[in-house]
């Protein structure tokens, strides 16, 4: 029924067995790991230093990825992709790490390779030549957010972008993410993303709307993700009404399980209490999302 693009492996490990691998390294479990509401981006990327601690195996990988796949069976998701950069499971070499994805997924979802805002325009060449390899990975994704102090901007990684697009990868950037929408442009006309992760900001220049509706963009929302960082007071206050509205093709996301402690149909059901969403519209993010799956 549902279908939930924007699922982060590292983020998305189920409570007992983030505490048996936890148990396993000798170290507690934080108080403080799961998100709340307002503490902003930076301390939410914070929190994956803890759980990337604990998936550096091959093995870790697979079991968490299997589980993913479990889960989202139980949670009536039929259209999964899921989402990590392997370049940060410093255990084994991230070509090892992604076929231990692949492994866990076992053809039940899509896998989706990221590189991160800041990281040499080399890590993303990289995973494009993983990927090209690989039919289970659809895709590539630029996540996190830029810094003052990155010696990288987002035109550094078109290259690796064109590369996926040749090879008829899928592309997907986070961007806007409580950032001018200039960075969905960038996003969309340089690095020829077909999806992008968030988009808040996009109703701050039309023109920008008007982008992504030609060029058939699909936003994946991450409603309540949105509020833990900060980018928004309540799920209620997302745009998603307004974007429906527009005619923009958007979906609904749970971004990361464990950590925002949401699957998707509890995510569904905040989304259909936002005003403007009725039945109807529920329905049009449903299918938006079953037809914005990258596909190889």
Do not use: K
């Amino acid at each position: 029924m549902y279908a939930d693009l924007h699922r982060h492996l590292d983020g998305s490990i189920r409570p007992a067995v983030l505490a048996d691998l936890a148990r396993a390294a000798g170290v507690p479990v934080p108080a403080d790991l799961a998100f709340s509401p307002g503490m902003g981006l930076a301390a939410a990327l914070s929190r994956f230093a803890f759980t990337l601690s604990l998936l550096t195996t091959p093995a870790s990988v697979r079991r968490v990825a299997a589980d993913m796949c479990a889960d989202a069976v139980a949670e009536r998701v039929t259209t999964l992709e899921i989402r990590f950069a392997p370049q940060l499971h410093v255990g084994a070499s991230p070509a090892a790490i992604v076929d231990a994805a692949l492994d866990g997924i076992d053809g039940r979802a899509g896998l989706v390779l990221c590189g991160l805002y800041g990281e040499p325009p080399a890590v993303l060449d990289h995973l494009v030549d993983l990927a090209r390899s690989r039919p289970g990975v659809v895709g590539i994704d630029l996540a996190g957010g830029p810094a003052p102090g990155h010696d990288w901007s987002m035109d550094d990684y078109a290259p690796a972008f064109r590369r996926a697009a040749d090879h008829g990868l899928g592309r997907t950037v986070h961007a806007g993410e409580g950032r001018p929408p200039a960075e969905i442009r960038v996003a969309i006309e340089h690095l020829l993303a077909q999806r992008i992760g968030h988009g808040t900001s996009l109703l701050e220049d039309p023109a920008v709307v008007d982008l992504v509706l030609e060029r058939g963009v699909t936003i994946e929302a991450c409603p309540t993700s949105n509020v833990h960082t900060g980018l928004l007071p309540s799920v209620a206050a997302h745009p998603l009404a307004r974007w429906l509205a527009l005619g923009v093709r958007v979906c609904v996301n749970t971004d990361n399980t464990l950590l925002s402690a949401v699957d998707a149909p509890e995510e569904h059901r905040r989304v259909r209490a936002i005003p403007g969403i009725d039945d109807d519209a529920l329905a049009r993010l449903i299918a938006f999302g079953h037809a914005g799956a990258f596909r190889r």
